[in-house]
């Protein structure tokens, strides 16, 4: 920490301001306490920039939101950091003030220990702060970093993603890469600036932005698993909005080699770029078989390719129906492998999101749901039922059938077969969420 610190305490009511002041005299390295009003505080804040703001908000106070929103926008208060002292204020109040860059929060009554900790450790936030903003300005000379947009630059683009990787196997994390771009429906498609701002939107400060074209760009995601990119896919897709949307392909980092990384994510992409709103697992078609090295082909190539690998497997008994009978054993295991991997990081989390969503929501609904071979998401209630079913074919298709019925009578029936590597998160979850819609919609109109 600095040698001399100052702290300013923002609040109302000039008692709290007192208790505060006379708890703070235990810190060291504190050079100033400064003090004023929720209303006077824009005035002071002018031309004067403090280590650490401890801003009182009581009984849902907008004004303290208010303040905090305002200065989070000037440049020069952007990396201050604010600790808030909670009274009587809601959840979302808080999390509103956390959405809008405070520090930590501290509860009402003040703990004189818990008080000087949360200090020390705004303290040390700003002085880390401080030297991330020096560092990011070196790497913007340097040209590592874009200076409008803040993200890396496309000619550091392999050195920082091989570091990256350096350190997630180092420290034994998990973390995900995603390979992102527009679709051709992108208002700005020529204009990467507002897409980069929509990434930064969706993903969490530790996460990294890095342009590998003019138009596409990998996301870095720390301390991720595949359900976790789902997320941020999805959450990139609901702040384009519905008049355009995003494409990637994502791979999980574990002990690949990088260009193998690179090509599988370039294939995903490829691949995604056939729909919209499409993510696909790089390693959909990764068999743990083969040396360890991530294969995305489509399926005809995959097949082709195995064969000129001759690789067999005697002891493996694989059931065939009639359309399998036109595959090797070892081509059926891959794509068995694959959907499986689908089930996992796809399938069985929709169905546990929708789950929990409508549990929470009604009560009264009988909810019904497994994944494997047959999947199947079911909800009924006052005598309707709506279900998502899929079948693996055991090679290459699923068959996906939704279906309402009311009081026996079938009111709704849908049947496709589709490829099942692109089944992604967000095609999954807009079926489902379309089906409970409809079924609650007949449900309203039934008499109770």
């Known amino acids: 920490m600095a040698d001399v610190n100052t702290v300013v305490i923002v609040s109302n009511r000039q008692e709290l301001i007192n208790q505060i ?4 005299v235990l810190l060291r390295n504190l050079d100033k306490i400064k003090s004023c009003s929720i209303e006077e505080a824009q005035n002071m804040f002018e031309g004067f920039n403090p280590n650490v703001l401890i801003l009182h908000c009581d009984n849902n106070n907008a004004q303290a939101i208010n303040l905090i929103k305002s200065l989070k926008k000037q440049e020069i208060y952007k990396n201050l950091p604010i600790l808030l002292i909670n009274e009587n204020c809601s959840r979302e109040v808080i999390i509103e003030a956390f959405d809008n860059g405070i520090s930590d929060v501290l509860f009402m009554p003040i703990i004189d220990y818990e008080l000087l ?19 990011t300005n070196f790497l913007t000379t340097l040209g590592v970093v874009q200076p409008d947009t803040g993200v890396y630059t ?14 997630t196997r180092k420290y034994s994390q998990r973390a995900c890469i995603l390979l992102i771009a527009p679709d051709k429906k992108y208002p700005n498609y020529k204009n990467p600036k507002e897409f980069i701002e929509i990434i930064k939107k969706s993903i969490r400060l530790n996460d990294s932005i890095i342009i590998k074209d003019v138009d596409k760009f990998y996301v870095y995601l720390q301390k991720t698993k595949l359900n976790g990119a789902y997320s941020v896919f999805e959450r ?23 260009e193998d990384i690179k090509e599988a994510l ?27 090295k991530i294969v995305l082909e489509t399926p005809k190539n995959t097949i082709e390719k195995l064969k000129e690998n001759k690789i067999t497997d005697e002891n493996s008994q694989i059931p065939l129906n009639e359309a399998q009978n036109n595959f090797d054993k070892n081509s059926i295991r891959l794509f068995n492998q694959a959907y499986q991997r689908k089930l996992k990081v796809v399938i069985a989390p929709v169905f546990k999101k929708y789950e929990n969503i409508l549990k929470i929501k009604r009560q009264d609904f009988a909810i019904n749901a497994y994944t494997g071979a047959k999947s199947l998401f079911s909800v009924s209630s006052n005598g309707v039922n709506a279900s998502m079913a899929i079948e693996y074919d055991g090679i290459e298709n699923a068959l996906v059938r939704l279906s309402i019925t009311d009081d026996e009578q079938k009111r709704l029936f849908e049947t496709e077969t589709v490829d099942f590597t692109i089944l992604n998160y967000r095609k999954v979850s807009l079926m489902l969420s379309e089906l409970i819609d409809k079924f609650i919609m007949i449900l309203r109109k039934k008499p109770q």
């Open 21 to 24: 002041s006379q708890k703070l």
């Open 117 to 135: 900790i949360r200090v020390i450790w705004c303290l040390q936030r700003n002085e880390l702060n401080l030297s991330i903003e020096s560092q």
């Open 154 to 167: 496309q000619k550091y683009c392999d050195e920082f993603l091989k570091n990256e990787i350096a350190q």
């Open 236 to 258: 990139i897709n609901t702040n384009l909005g519905i008049d355009s949307g995003a494409n990637a392909g994502v791979v999980e980092v574990q002990e690949q080699k990088f």
């Open 266 to 292: 370039d294939a995903a992409l490829e691949k995604a770029n056939e729909n919209t709103n499409s993510l696909i697992v790089a390693s959909d078609f990764y068999s743990n078989t083969t040396e360890n």
